[in-house]
Every structure is written in C-alpha cells, then in structure tokens.
C-alpha cells in the first residue's frame, strides 16, 4: 500500500502492533525477547529483525522491571506502525 498513507491498518500488522503494546506494557521481557514464536504475524511484520531490535535496546536501556506506556500509536500505508513508547 506504498503511497497509501491514509490507509486502514492491515488486520495483521495492528494484531502484531497491539501485542507488542500490550506485551511492552505488562513489562513482559521474555514474551518480547521469543516475539518470533509468540507474536501474532511477526514473520509479515518484521520478516527480519533489524527494524525490530531497537525496540528490544530501548526496553532493556530502562533497566530491570521496566514497562513500556504508549505515547503514540498510528499507521501509514497500511502497515508501517508508527508506535512510540517510553520505558522507566
């Protein structure tokens, strides 16, 4: 959907992006860390990790028992979250 910047979230890539929120916000480091197996379509959103482990950097920057709270979540052309968090 390049281009499509006004599109509706596929139904695959906002199952993905509302697990992440939710795994992020109950501080769950295990559930991020096997996201492969146990996110919903983490092979179609992230079919390699390198756009996805920064997330990972940032949760674990925050130190032990962190949780991570939403500060904005969007998508453009479809399937390109636009999610933000803050980690403490």
């Given at each position: 959907?390049?281009?499509?910047?006004?599109?509706?979230?596929?139904?695959?890539?906002?199952?993905?992006?509302?697990?992440?929120?939710?795994?992020?916000?109950?501080?769950?480091?295990?559930?991020?860390?096997?996201?492969?197996?146990?996110?919903?379509?983490?092979?179609?959103?992230?079919?390699?990790?390198?756009?996805?482990?920064?997330?990972?950097?940032?949760?674990?920057?925050?130190?032990?028992?962190?949780?991570?709270?939403?500060?904005?979540r969007?998508?453009?052309?479809?399937?390109?979250?636009?999610?933000?968090?803050?980690f403490?």
């Amino acid at each position: 959907m390049r281009g499509q910047h006004g599109a509706k979230p596929e139904p695959w890539a906002k199952a993905f992006d509302d697990w992440v929120a939710e795994t992020l916000e109950k501080g769950d480091e295990a559930a991020l860390a096997n996201y492969r197996t146990e996110a919903p379509h983490a092979r179609d959103a992230h079919p390699t990790d390198e756009h996805f482990l920064p997330l990972h950097v940032a949760f674990g920057a925050a130190g032990k028992g962190a949780k991570g709270k939403s500060l904005h979540r969007s998508f453009t052309s479809g399937n390109l979250s636009m999610a933000a968090y803050a980690f403490a």
